[in-house]
């Protein structure tokens, strides 16, 4: 009998024997969740110094001392953290709480950086790849296949400067992952941290490896009316949408009977608008709500 997979599967699973490590815990404590999360994560795992947990803080004010005490705890291995307005595994989603995640180097050839955005978004993101994949490359040179994640301060500005930077050391053949940090909607600032943490960064997490690594694009969103064009802009700021205001939006959500915030659909990310406040500026928006919202 066969197992009925492609042979290519059965061979990368043989050769890939240390799976990333999964963590993630809930509270009112962003410290212990942090903590938790990371020794979840790890288990009991073999932990190097090249290793790297991806912490996310999802829903509290102050996450700084969590992210230091997750250092603590996943030492030797680094950590790099951003705030966030949600996190998930799985299987569990965490609006309050924390998600960890363990890459080995065993497998991996991991380079870490992380950069001030200001004043120039490219420049410094640019800088903070460079950085990252010098250091993975140093781990036993250029790896057969790469990809780059990306987190980056939601409240610098334009993102695509952010990825801009980024494709200018990886090209076309590297893919590029990531996201934003947020603030669970309180638009005032995000945390990101690897060695330390600011307010104002971008993290760059370079992953190398022999194997191939794909890379799939999903959101939980639904749209609930016909797509609109964004006919004003400042910058990453949307201020109209089909001439009109773009905060009619909030409007137009609360007469479909939710008070839950839309969101914009911008070539594969969305951002979320609050009074006149927008989100990267793209050609379409389309009003969505969260896929566990009853339809109105």
């Known amino acids: 009998m066969t197992s009925g997979r492609a042979p290519a599967v059965d061979r990368l699973e043989e050769r890939w024997i ?11 404590d962003p410290r212990r969740a942090a903590v938790e ?4 994560a790890l288990g009991g795992r073999e932990v ?24 603590r705890a996943a030492a030797p291995a ?3 953290a951003c705030s966030s307005d949600g996190a998930f595994t799985a299987g569990r989603q965490v609006a309050h709480g924390c998600c960890a995640i363990h890459l080995s180097s065993a497998h991996l050839r991991l ?3 992380l950069a001030e955005l200001a004043p120039d978004l490219a420049g410094a993101t640019r800088r903070a790849t460079e950085l990252a994949r010098a250091e993975a490359q140093s781990a036993g040179g250029e790896p057969t296949h790469a990809a780059l994640v990306l987190l980056s301060d939601g409240l610098a500005g334009d993102q695509w400067e952010i990825v801009r930077g980024a494709y200018e050391v990886t090209g076309a053949a590297v893919p590029i992952v990531g996201g934003a940090a947020g603030d669970d909607l309180r638009i005032s600032r995000t945390y990101q941290h690897a060695g330390r943490t600011t307010t104002n960064g971008v993290i760059a997490l370079w992953l190398g490896t022999e194997e191939p690594l794909a890379v799939g694009v999903a959101h939980g969103w639904r749209p ?35 008070t839950r915030l839309c969101g914009f659909f911008t070539y594969g990310e969305f951002g979320r608008i609050t009074g006149t406040t927008g989100f990267h500026n ?9 896929a566990a919202e009853p339809r109105p």
């Open 18 to 28: 240390d799976p990333p490590g999964v963590g993630s815990a809930f509270g009112d």
């Open 37 to 40: 999360a990371v020794e979840q």
């Open 48 to 71: 190097r110094p090249r290793d790297v947990v991806l912490l996310f803080s999802a829903g509290y004010e102050e996450p700084v001392e969590g992210f230091q005490l997750a250092q």
């Open 78 to 80: 680094r950590v790099a």
């Open 111 to 113: 380079g870490l950086a």
């Open 224 to 258: 609930i009316g016909a797509p609109m064009l964004v006919t004003r802009a400042e910058g990453n700021v949307i201020l109209e949408l089909d001439g009109r205001p773009a905060r009619d939006a909030q409007r137009i959500a609360t007469a479909c009977g939710t």
């Open 282 to 290: 793209a050609s379409v928006a389309v009003l969505a709500l969260p």
